[in-house]
């Protein structure tokens, strides 16, 4: 399969993009989607606060946002999944607090975006267990030996 994941950041972020591309593209072939391209951004606390009020209305920052487009470019054939949004400094904070590196708690909240992007959720149980899975496969087989949340 062909993905291309673009990924967006300001300078100072640009040193943790590495293992970006290769946790989205590995939940891309894990959930086996048709080949296309997906965006991944890294942004501050006050920038994901402000995408979060405008399209989730709650006024509060958050780790990572997904946005799902399923548009496709009918001539390539190729599908665009969306963006998945990222907040440095509230991953900074989680991954001190689990524990982990920040290049582990980025791959894992890449990993949690690409899955809303392609309709997977933890709203309820029955929907969780499936998420969790999914999420602890990809991270270990990308060499992360973490767990999801219960």
């Known amino acids: 399969m062909s993905y291309q ?4 950041c300001a300078p100072p972020y640009k040193p943790l ?4 591309e290769a946790a989205a593209v590995t939940a891309l072939t894990y959930v086996d989607v048709a080949p296309g391209e997906m965006t991944i951004v890294l942004v501050d606390q006050n920038e994901i606060q402000d995408l979060n009020r405008k399209f989730a209305k709650c006024d509060a ?16 054939g190729i599908r665009y999944y969306g963006d998945v949004i990222i907040a440095v400094p509230i991953a900074e904070m989680q991954a001190d607090i689990a524990g982990h590196s920040l290049k582990t708690e980025l791959a894992l909240l890449a990993i949690h975006g690409v899955l809303h992007l392609l309709d997977y959720d933890h709203d309820n149980l029955e929907e969780r267990e499936p998420m969790w899975n999914a999420q602890t496969t990809i991270l270990e087989s990308l060499g992360y030996h973490i767990t999801s949340p219960e």
């Open 5 to 8: 994941v673009h990924i967006r």
């Open 17 to 20: 993009s590495d293992g970006l």
């Open 61 to 76: 920052p958050t780790d990572v946002l997904s946005f799902a487009d399923s548009s496709s470019d009918k001539n390539a």
